[in-house]
């Protein structure tokens, strides 16, 4: 039978999926020490509510040593999370799988304050931490660990475990031929040990479970690691262990390429995926992962005959309903993945819990609030009236939830387009995507209908005329320039980064560009790549050692500065901006005061703005969301649209919002 529908059931092993859609294993920080927790059990419970066909857990360590992030779950203490993640998501059918896994070398001894474990004595690309070699007592600990594990898992209810041997997996470097360098059994076989804990598992689950299995199928290391040669062979040799078979790639050298943002095509394990299915050989179903968000992509996949299911992990964080509403025909409705991964990627020493720049929901179902109905089948009772003042995504989301719960809202925007911000900045390579969230929420608020005027200024006079009639008013007029603080004698034309993306690259005066990011965020990486790619010689200054440093937290920093690099940019690190003066830039090195100067026509200015409180200032104590309070990052404009709506409707997270005038906690 030709499948052509993510929404179409799958047979894994003894087991039913009722869509071929996969919610994937994924860091959450949202445990309870090593324990799932509460948190856990609402956030998977919403995507097989949303229609996920498979589930699988968070990945939790099969021994306590390996501890690879603060809130890493460890298997011997998850049973009740995952009975509790089993009875949440049994009403749905949803085949719920207990990730199972140990992080080797690629782990940390922050936590643990023990050795890592590791094949060879080989330390890793990231940490340089140098891991112990496993010796006999090591490698049975670990066979034994997760055999324990999937019997535990199997006792608390779930449907089966998989077993990760994807790109910060031990498995995997046993496998690869960088990590492993033994001279024994398990160097000549390099799959010995994920044999044997296969072979352990299925022993511990029975034939009636599923026994999945995360495969890394691509290093992208071909001088000495697992290339995809490698891996046909290696699945030909372990699928008849396996009920499903998942390709991933990713290794030491490559980590950040298994969850990659916008920069990387989506779909980007097409290739792979069906080169690993064909090894397969119809032995187990195989997943496809690899940015896929777009179920005409996942539907186009199926149909190719490229995998059996589609992992869609941050397309279910960014709209946990996705396989409800493509199986309703209402895809149009699904909330956008923007493949940027400042919210959900978390494996990060500020422990952020999971969550989504486009629905802040995720990884908060227990405290936040569900809107209201739906209103499409027939708007309800109106509440009242509201006046929001700005388009962004901060006065689009208020005015969307608002009119969700009834309210009549009007949303009054001084430019001739919606989006704010976050259309201005969907320029240039890999950026694109921003828009597809400006335009969701646009289109939602026209389908819920949210009157929209755009093209006209809102005074204090019109604010006060219409509390005069009862409207309650929201400001979200987002930010402004920050004036220039350097001297500068007129001979260099300062612009405004915002001002120079709504403008055009051709719209900025003749000659040399010089980038000004005293951030390291994603903009002056991102102005600097998209003058490049006008033809542009363009200079980035930072004050940091790298470029675009917080990069780090979204997977980024080592692409975005080779990207830099092959774009011909160049980078002036460690530099200052003092003054401008003769049609020079002149900058001094952070650490030992040394000045250069650089020529420049124009100047772009990626430095922070400030909030627009015009409005404010005349009309205090008015609600207010996003940058007009201090300007962020789209999440916080999104969450605080939502919260002020919160305030209007009454149903206030009593833990998320404490201010009727825009602070939130």
């Given at each position: 039978m030709t499948v052509t529908s993510p929404t179409d059931p799958v047979a894994l092993g003894a087991r039913e999926a009722p869509s071929r859609v996969v919610f994937g294993p994924h860091e959450t920080n949202l445990g309870e020490g090593r324990a799932l927790s509460g948190r856990h059990v609402a956030y998977y419970a919403a995507r097989a509510a949303g229609g996920a066909g498979v589930v699988v857990t968070e990945t939790a360590s099969v021994h306590p040593w390996d501890w690879p992030y603060e809130r890493a779950p460890l298997a011997e203490e998850c049973e009740s999370g995952w009975g509790a993640v089993a009875e949440a998501c049994r009403p749905f059918g949803t085949v719920v799988l207990a990730g199972l896994g140990h992080a080797g070398g690629q782990g940390s001894s922050a936590f643990s304050q023990s050795v890592l474990w590791a094949p060879s004595p080989v330390a890793d690309a990231a940490s340089r931490e140098l891991p112990m070699a496993m010796g006999p007592d090591e490698l049975a600990a670990v066979v034994d660990g997760f055999g324990a594990a999937a019997r535990t898992a199997v006792a608390a209810g779930l449907d089966g475990v998989e077993v990760d041997a994807g790109a910060l997996s031990l498995l995997r470097q046993f496998?690869?031929?960088?990590?492993?360098?033994?001279?024994?059994?398990?160097?000549?076989?390099?799959?010995?040990?994920?044999?044997?804990?296969?072979?352990?598992?299925?022993?511990?689950?029975?034939?009636?479970?599923?026994?999945?299995?995360?495969?890394?199928?691509?290093?992208?290391?071909?001088?000495?690691?697992v290339t995809p040669e490698h891996a046909a062979a290696q699945v030909d040799e372990l699928v008849d262990r396996v009920d499903l078979l998942t390709v991933v790639r990713g290794g030491p050298y490559s980590s950040t390429a298994y969850r990659p943002d916008a920069h990387t095509p989506a779909g980007f394990n097409l290739e792979l995926c069906a080169a690993m299915r064909e090894a397969a050989d119809g032995r187990a179903p195989v997943v496809l992962q690899g940015s896929v968000v777009d179920p005409g992509q996942a539907a186009a996949a199926l149909a190719d005959g490229v995998a059996d299911l589609v992992e869609m992990t941050r397309a279910q964080i960014a709209e946990p309903g996705l396989v409800a509403l493509v199986r309703a025909d209402r895809t149009?409705?699904?909330?956008?993945?923007?493949?940027?991964?400042?919210?959900?990627?978390?494996?990060?020493?500020?422990?952020?819990?999971?969550?989504?720049?486009?629905?802040?929901?995720?990884?908060?179902?227990?405290?936040?609030?569900?809107?209201?109905?739906?209103?499409?089948d027939g708007h309800g009772e109106a509440l009242g009236d509201v006046l929001v003042v700005g388009a962004g995504p901060a006065g689009l989301e208020c005015a969307r939830v608002l009119r969700l719960h009834g309210h009549r809202v009007t949303v009054v925007e001084r430019s001739a387009v919606t989006g704010g911000a976050l259309r201005a900045a969907a320029v240039g390579p890999g950026r694109e995507r921003l828009a597809d969230l400006a335009g969701w929420l646009a289109a939602e608020c026209a389908r819920l209908g949210v009157t929209v005027e755009l093209g006209r200024e809102v005074t204090a006079s019109d604010i006060d005329a219409a509390r005069a009639d009862g409207t309650t008013v929201v400001l979200a007029t987002g930010a402004r320039p920050a004036p220039w603080v350097h001297p500068a004698d007129g001979s260099v034309t300062v612009v405004d980064a915002a001002a120079a993306l709504a403008g055009g690259s051709a719209a900025l005066p003749h000659g040399p560009v010089v980038v000004h990011d005293p951030v390291g965020g994603p903009v002056?990486?991102?102005?600097?790549?998209?003058?490049?790619?006008?033809?542009?010689?363009?200079?980035?200054?930072?004050?940091?050692?790298?470029?675009?440093?917080?990069?780090?937290?979204?997977?980024?920093?080592?692409?975005?500065?080779?990207?830099?690099?092959?774009?011909?940019?160049?980078?002036?690190?460690?530099?200052?901006?003092?003054?401008?003066?003769?049609?020079?830039?002149?900058?001094?090195?952070?650490?030992?005061?040394?000045?250069r100067a650089l020529p420049a026509g124009v100047l772009v200015d990626c430095g922070h703005r400030l909030p627009d409180e015009a409005l404010y200032d005349e009309r205090p104590g008015t609600l207010r969301a996003g940058d007009c309070v201090a300007p962020r990052t789209v999440l916080e404009a999104v969450l605080e649209g939502r919260r002020r709506a919160f305030e209007i409707t009454g149903a206030v997270p009593a833990a998320r919002v404490h201010s009727t005038t825009g602070a939130t906690p």
């Open positions: 496998h690869s031929g960088i990590t492993n360098v033994r001279d024994d059994a398990y160097g000549g076989d390099r799959l010995r040990l994920t044999r044997e804990v296969l072979d352990a598992v299925r022993a511990a689950v029975g034939p009636e479970r599923v026994v999945a299995l995360r495969l890394s199928c691509d290093e992208l290391a071909p001088w000495a690691g149009a409705q699904a909330r956008p993945c923007i493949l940027c991964n400042q919210a959900c990627r978390v494996r990060d020493n500020r422990n952020p819990l999971v969550s989504c720049v486009g629905e802040p929901r995720s990884g908060h179902e227990t405290v936040d609030v569900d809107p209201a109905d739906d209103p499409a002056g990486v991102g102005v600097a790549e998209w003058l490049a790619a006008a033809g542009r010689e363009v200079s980035l200054v930072t004050p940091d050692q790298i470029a675009g440093t917080l990069l780090s937290l979204t997977g980024d920093l080592a692409d975005a500065n080779t990207r830099l690099q092959r774009a011909g940019v160049r980078r002036e690190l460690r530099a200052l901006v003092r003054r401008i003066d003769g049609g020079r830039v002149h900058v001094e090195d952070v650490w030992t005061g040394e000045g």
